[in-house]
C-alpha cells in the first residue's frame, strides 16, 4: 500500500522522472521520489503521473524536475465490473493523476546513459516503429500492447475499450514487467 491523494488540488511537485510517453498535447510522465508542497513525507504518494504542457518536451528519463500540478485521486470503474484503475493504480503505487498548470522546470538532468535509459530509449523506438508501421489509433494501440507507452491512444478509442471491457489488456501490457526491470536495475546500479 501507499498514499493516494486526499484531495484535488494544485500542488507544486518534484520528483524523480520514472517514465516520459510522449502525446501530442504534451509527455506525459510517471514522477517517483517525490515532494508535494503542503503534504507531509509519511502521506506522500510513491509515485504520481503528471501531463505536462508541451513546453515539457525536453525531460527524459532520470531528470528531477518541479511543476505545479492539478492532482486527483485514481478513479475507479467507469461501468459496473468494469475495469477498475484505482485497483490497478493500487498495485503499481500510483497515488495520483493530473495535468500541469504551469511550465515544468528541471531540477537536475539524470544519468541518460546507463541501462535504464537504454531500455526506454529501446522502448520508445518500438513505440515509434510501431505507430510508423501501422498509421492512426490502431498504431498508438499496437504500440501501447508491446511497449505500455500508451499516451498516444486517442480518447474514443480508450472510452470503446472500456465500454467493452477490454482496456485491461492495455492497462496490463508492459506494466508489471516494466516495474520489475525497473526495480531490479534500481537495485544493481
Known amino acids: 500500500a501507499a498514499p493516494v491523494i486526499a484531495r484535488p488540488g ?3 511537485i518534484a520528483g524523480r ?3 516520459v510517453e510522449p502525446r501530442g498535447r504534451g509527455p506525459r510522465v510517471t514522477l517517483g521520489e517525490l515532494s508535494i508542497e503542503g503534504i507531509a513525507a ?3 504518494p510513491a509515485e504520481v503521473r503528471v501531463t505536462l504542457r508541451s513546453d515539457g518536451a525536453s525531460v527524459r528519463a532520470g531528470d528531477r524536475l518541479a ?3 492539478r492532482l ?4 475507479g470503474p467507469l461501468v459496473p465490473d468494469g475495469f477498475d484503475f484505482a485497483r490497478q493504480a493500487y498495485f503499481d503505487r500510483l497515488g495520483g493523476l493530473g495535468y500541469a498548470i504551469g511550465p515544468a522546470r528541471i531540477l537536475e538532468r539524470g544519468d541518460h546513459t546507463g541501462f535504464a535509459a537504454a531500455i526506454a530509449r ?3 523506438t518500438i513505440a515509434d516503429e510501431a505507430r510508423a508501421a501501422i498509421p492512426g489509433a490502431e498504431g498508438a494501440v499496437a504500440a501501447a500492447l508491446l511497449t505500455a507507452l500508451r499516451a498516444d491512444i486517442p480518447d474514443r478509442v480508450w ?3 472500456q465500454l467493452s471491457g477490454l482496456a485491461h489488456l492495455l492497462a496490463i501490457s508492459g506494466r508489471s514487467e516494466e516495474r520489475r526491470v ?3 536495475c534500481r537495485s544493481r546500479w
Do not use: C, I, N
Request: net charge neutral; hydrophobic share 30%.
Open 72 to 75: 486527483q485521486r485514481p478513479s
Open 17 to 19: 522522472v520514472l517514465l
Open 159 to 161: 472510452r470503446d475499450m
Open 122 to 124: 529501446l522502448r520508445q
Open 182 to 184: 525497473g526495480k531490479e
Open 42 to 44: 509519511e502521506a506522500t
Open 10 to 12: 494544485g500542488d507544486e
Open 67 to 69: 511543476v505545479r500540478a
